[in-house]
């Protein structure tokens, strides 16, 4: 059990520095805009970047966690450790695979880091749609006032 944890807390350490860097880059990637004055980014550019960026981020931990899997042979073939390891990081748990008796906390680890991982990854998304000043919907209507037929309740 003292090898799971510590396999464990050097994952969820790797995953946090992972999510970290990569939120870094993301956000240099989303303020590249401003050093291009003549290319009109939209908002909705913009968050579409952050929603793919963020994709990429998660695949990145997942392919991890799956690598390891196999790595420590609790998982028989790469397919098994990465469909496993997608189920649990996204607290998804079908529970058709498990993971070798032995391994069994680090699994569930993995579940709860992908929870905080999301939970963050949600956090950047509506911090993101408030700079971005999309709440108001005045996106939706190019004078900011809603057509003809069309009212907001």
């Known amino acids: 059990m003292v090898i799971q944890l510590l396999f464990a807390s050097l994952m969820v350490l790797v995953t946090v520095l992972v999510h970290l860097v990569g939120l870094a880059v993301l956000l240099r990637v989303l303020r590249l805009h401003r050093l291009l004055p003549k290319a009109r980014v939209g908002p909705l550019v913009l968050l579409l970047t952050a929603t793919v960026g963020l994709f990429a981020i998660h695949t990145v931990e997942i392919w991890l966690y799956a690598a390891l899997y196999l790595g420590l042979g609790a998982t028989p073939a790469f397919e098994e450790a990465l ?20 391994w069994r906390i680090l699994g569930a680890i993995e579940g709860t880091t992908g929870v905080i991982m999301l939970g963050w ?23 900011g006032q809603p057509k003809s037929g069309i009212s907001d309740g």
């Open 121 to 143: 990854s949600t956090a950047f998304l509506v911090s993101l749609l408030a700079q971005l000043k999309l709440f108001g919907h005045d996106w939706l209507y190019p004078s």
């Open 83 to 102: 469909y496993y390891s997608t189920v649990t990081y996204a607290s998804i748990g079908y529970g058709d695979v498990l993971l070798a008796k032995g």
